[in-house]
């Protein structure tokens, strides 16, 4: 049997047919449109019955429709009760209830990193564990726990908002309302911020000509800048407190790091793991395995076709 993965994120809408072991046979990508809501629900009615229409041809046997987003989602009811800067308007969707006017296949909605953690432990780096822990590391930083070998979803489906733990309260301000979170510290929203904090400190003249990305600041680091060492620094000290928090906490066997900002970090995980060894439990750090994400760019709609198994 097939499944309809669906991957909702801030720049593209990637849907796909999905087999059980992850290939994926047919796809469309669509860019994530700028107005919002009502077009994204019907850009998604047009994916879905498209993915539909080529599976009759085709005959291929379609079992359900999985959808990984952006957002705090109930999974039970099927709503994206609030959602992302990055997605107009995307707060109080009744998605299940939008898609079951076209369809009668069942239909599972959840959050776009714990589809992505389904997939890790399926597929990647996770394959054959029972206790993991991911984290995304991108514009934000997201979460997903694998516990006795099952997605750890909490009262409705709002757990493992590992982003949002809080370092330093006193720490600077999250978009979350909180302050110190590990969002502020590792993701490349602000790795880039605080790189172009510096460079401004030390060329006040330059005003707000200094865009730079996180994958930029990491080239300078390898170049020996000396702010971008900075910035590197307190960002993997910043992780690996997060990290030894949610070793702390969960005792995973492993943790895998994906998203934007580890591409190509194997160098990151590496100095991460000499950090931890200095912090925390030793009884509980030493034998947690860090790992790189092995998972493609199509692992969001791949996740999305495992929900409901």
């Not at 005959?59 to 705090?72: D, H, M, V, Y």
């Amino acid at each position: 049997m097939y499944s309809i993965g669906v991957d909702i994120g801030g720049t593209k809408i990637l849907a796909g047919i999905v087999s059980k072991n992850g290939e994926v046979l047919y796809k469309r990508k669509i860019p994530t449109p700028e107005l919002g809501r009502d077009e994204i629900l019907i850009l998604l009615k047009e994916a879905i019955l498209k993915m539909t229409e080529w599976a009759n041809t085709e005959t291929i046997p379609l079992e359900k429709i999985g959808i990984g987003t952006a957002g705090q989602v109930d999974f039970i009811k099927g709503v994206v009760l609030s959602g992302t800067t990055n997605i107009k308007d995307w707060g109080d969707v009744f998605l299940r209830e939008e898609v079951e006017k076209y369809t009668h296949l069942p239909i599972y909605i959840d959050n776009d990193v714990n589809v992505l953690t389904l997939a890790e432990h399926q597929l990647g780096a996770a394959q054959g564990y029972k206790e993991v822990v991911c984290l995304a590391l991108g514009t934000g930083v997201g979460g997903g726990v694998i516990s006795n070998g099952a997605l750890l979803r909490g009262a409705w489906g709002g757990a493992a908002e590992l982003g949002h733990m809080t370092l330093d309260m006193n720490g600077e301000q999250c978009n979350c309302g909180m302050r110190g979170c590990l969002e502020t510290y590792a993701s490349g929203t602000w790795v880039a911020k605080r790189m172009e904090n510096l460079m401004q400190l030390q060329n006040p003249s330059s005003g707000s000509s200094l865009p730079i990305t996180s994958q930029q600041t990491f080239q300078l680091y390898h170049e020996g800048d000396a702010m971008a060492k900075q910035v590197v620094h307190t960002m993997i000290t910043g992780l690996a407190h997060g990290v030894v928090n949610l070793i702390h906490t969960f005792n995973p066997q492993i943790i895998v790091l994906g998203g934007g900002v580890m591409e190509n970090g194997q160098w990151i995980i590496e100095l991460l793991q000499k950090k931890i060894q200095t912090i925390g439990l030793q009884s509980l750090i030493n034998d947690v395995k860090i790992e790189l994400s092995q998972m493609s760019t199509e692992s969001g709609l791949i996740g999305a076709g495992m929900l409901g198994e």
